[in-house]
């Protein structure tokens, strides 16, 4: 059973760091990346950054510069270091796990989020 599971959420002033963690047990077949996506307060879901099995990382604009996705692949966690918080950060963060599938790449495994709230 393939379980994710965040931490590192919290409540930080505009302009401070946080870094999420995303611990990944379980075994994936065909696995071809992993990701961070938000859901802010009244907003859709977002793909905030992801991270392919090759290394390819991608970042939404509103993130770039600030944000950083890296993996550990001996402990099987994903990371988001995010600095110089907005207020506009505030959401619940998402770490997801793709798989193939008729040769497409699908974030099929979800952990439970963890709340990033930034005041000004």
């Known amino acids: 059973q393939v379980q994710l599971v965040e931490s590192g959420g919290g409540s930080v002033q505009a302009g401070r760091s946080l870094e999420l963690s995303c611990a990944v047990s379980g075994y994936i077949e065909k696995p071809c990346g992993m990701g961070w996506y938000r859901q802010g307060p009244g907003k859709q879901r977002e793909v905030v950054s992801t991270?392919?099995?090759?290394?390819?990382?991608t970042y939404a604009d509103s993130v770039k510069g600030r944000f950083t996705i890296s993996q550990d692949d001996a402990n099987k966690t994903l990371y988001l270091q995010m600095n110089s918080l907005k207020t506009e950060d505030t959401a619940v963060y998402y770490c997801?796990?793709?798989?193939?599938?008729?040769?497409?790449?699908?974030?099929?495994?979800w952990g439970q989020g963890t709340q990033v709230t930034v005041s000004s």
């Open positions: 997801a796990a793709s798989q193939l599938r008729g040769g497409l790449c699908f974030s099929v495994y």
């Open positions: 991270l392919s099995s090759d290394g390819a990382a």
